[in-house]
């Protein structure tokens, strides 16, 4: 993104991301909040496991 006199603009990449993103996983808020939900359990049984 870019400010120019109070007005933002994205960059060319930026233009280019909000084209193709909307409707794949990777644009998805969802899947990010299931992937971090997915770490957060991960690192809970980890913390359980014995050490050797």
Do not use: C, W, Y
């Not at 933002?8 to 998805?28: Q, Y």
């Not at 299931?34 to 913390?47: D, I, N």
């Amino acid at each position: 993104m870019r400010e120019q006199h109070g007005k933002i603009t994205l960059s060319a990449v930026g233009e280019l991301n909000h084209r193709i993103l909307p409707g794949t996983h990777i644009g998805d808020l969802t899947i990010t909040e299931k992937v971090f939900e997915q770490m957060a359990r991960s690192r809970r049984v980890r913390a359980q496991l014995p050490t050797s």
